[in-house]
C-alpha cells in the first residue's frame, strides 16, 4: 500500500508539473496523503486508512459487489472517499487496482451529479434570504426586499452596499446590509421614499434563466456562488432592480402597499439592519 501512495503521489506531481500551476486542492491532496504516509509507516489504527481496505468484508459483502462478479467497489463509495476526505478518482482506483478491483466510474460520476444537484439546490434555498413560507405576503415583502437593497444602493450612492442576511416572516421583512455607518433620518427617508415611488409606478417584475456569466455581465446583483457553467434566474423589476434570486415574487410591484421602515440599527461590525413592513394603503 505504502509504494502505491507513492505512486498516486508521484502521479499527481507529474500532472502538476505538466500544467506548472499549484492549486490549493492540490496542496490538500498533498496534506492527506501525507497524513496517510505517516500513518502506513507508523501503522496506526486510522478509520481513512480502513476505507481504503478494499479488499475488506465490506465490500465483500456489499450487494452491488456481489452482483458484479465480487471485483466492483461501488460508484457512492468512491465518491464518498472524494467528498468526505478529498480523494481523486485516479487515486481511489490505483488502491483497487493492487487489490484486483475495479471501480465503478459511471456509478461514481452519477453520485457526483447527484450531489451537484444538491448542491444547487441548497443554493436556490439560500437564494430565498430566509423566506418563512410561499405565501402571498411573504413574496411581497421578498419583493420589498428587492426595492430596498436596490434603494439603498442608490442613495448611498454605494455600490459596495451588498447584502449580509435576509428575514422575512409574515408580518416584517429584515435586511442586513455591508455599511460603515448609520444612517441618517433623511437617507432612510429618502430610501423609503424611493421604494414607494417604485411601488406606485407598478413595474412587472420578470425572470430570466442565464447562466452566471451572462447574469454577471448584465449587472445583476446577488449571490454569484454558484459553480461555472450553472445557470441562475436573474429577476428584474423593471429597469430599477436586477438581481440574482431564488424567488418567490409579487407579480408587479402595485401590490405591495406601502412600505414602511421600522427600524435601523447595527447588526454587527460594518453591518446595518433594517426592518421594514408593507401596510395596505
Ligand atoms: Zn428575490
Known sequence: MLRSLVGSEMCIRDSLGANAQCTSEHLLQFAI???MLCTAVEGKENPTVGLLNIGSEDIKGNESVKAAGGAIVPGDEAFRLYDTFGFPLEFTEELAKEKGYEVDVLGYNEAFLQHQK??????????????????EETAKLHTATHLLHASLRKVLKDDSVSQKGSNITAERLRFDFSFPRKLTKEELSEVAALVNSIIEE?????????????????????????????????????????????GPHAASTGVLGSFKITKEEASSAGVR?????????
Do not use: W
Open 33 to 35: 496523503m501525507g497524513a
Open 118 to 135: 444538491k448542491s444547487q439546490l441548497g443554493a436556490e434555498h439560500r437564494f430565498k434570504g430566509g423566506l418563512a413560507d410561499n405565501t
Open 202 to 246: 407598478n413595474l412587472p417584475i420578470t425572470c430570466e434563466e442565464v447562466s452566471v456569466d451572462e447574469a454577471k455581465e448584465s449587472g445583476a446583483i446577488g449571490l454569484f456562488e454558484s459553480k461555472y457553467g450553472e445557470r441562475v434566474k436573474v429577476y428584474s423589476i423593471g429597469e430599477f432592480s436586477k438581481e440574482i434570486c431564488g
Open 273 to 281: 439592519r433594517i426592518k421594514a413592513v408593507l401596510k395596505i394603503s
